[in-house]
């Protein structure tokens, strides 16, 4: 039986092929370990493995199972919110995690720069592109990208990191690379754009388990893997399905 230690070697060993492949840094890739729907003990292993970073999509699961690790005397985790978060529940957002992957509006931007407790570093944030105008409509589309950039990295307790996408399946590597250099591009072109509250801009968050050596061929510099290191969901993903 494999375990999770086992799948996030596997998982590490698949970021450093294909980082040999697009002439890239393995370091230049990080795993964010997506954890939705498995439980304390699951997030644990991985953690006793040496991971640190973990995704979460549904708010109040993820944080119960904050508090329960605690409990249990986990070590000190990085959170990233990366599921759609409706305005009632952006509060818990800036309370609770160290990252928000799914900014596409101010208005939610807005609100969690002011519900951020002063007292904690600023709210990592992405920018979420919708690249396919596919079937899952979260998401900026690209013309409006670089405006929503502006006004979100001037907003005092959100700290502007990237772009990040979530591309409907594609059929194979080149159609998976098609989409994923979308993002890429709105990633430059907000990079090259002199606005100011940039200088920790460095994140594209693109590439789950299926698609992971396309996102790494585009640029990715953040993948997020859930079933390569915990194996299958037995429930849909919130962005799969809205609750
Ligand atoms: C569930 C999810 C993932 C992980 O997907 P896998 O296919 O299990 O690797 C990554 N990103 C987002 C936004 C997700 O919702």
Known sequence: MTTIADNLQQVHARIAQSCARAGREPASVALLA??????????????????????????????????????????TLQWHCIGPVQSNKTRLVAEHFDWMHT????????????????HLA???VCIQVNVDGGLNKSGVVPEEALALAGAVAALPQLCLRGVMSIPEPAPDHAAQLALHQRARAVFEQIRASGL????????????????????????????????????????????????
């Not at 900014?103 to 002063?118: N, T, W």
């Not at 100011?196 to 992971?212: I, K, W």
């Not at 993948?223 to 919130?238: C, D, K, L, Q, S």
Request: hydrophobic share 40%; proline share 7%; aromatic share 4%.
């Open 34 to 75: 997506v954890s939705k729907t498995f439980g304390t003990e699951a997030v644990l292993e991985a953690a006793r493995a040496g991971q640190r970073a973990f995704g979460e999509n549904y708010i109040q699961e993820a944080i119960e199972k904050m508090a329960a690790l605690r409990q249990m005397g986990a070590p």
């Open 122 to 124: 600023p709210l990592q």
């Open 103 to 118: 900014v596409d509006r101010l208005k939610i931007a807005e609100r969690l720069s002011a519900q951020r407790p002063p």
């Open 196 to 243: 100011p509250g940039l200088e920790h801009f460095d994140t594209l968050s693109l590439g789950m388990t299926a698609d992971l050596d396309a996102a790494i061929q585009a640029g990715s510099t953040m993948v997020r893997v859930g079933t390569g290191i915990f194996g299958g969901r037995t429930r849909p993903a919130a962005s799969e399905t809205p609750p």
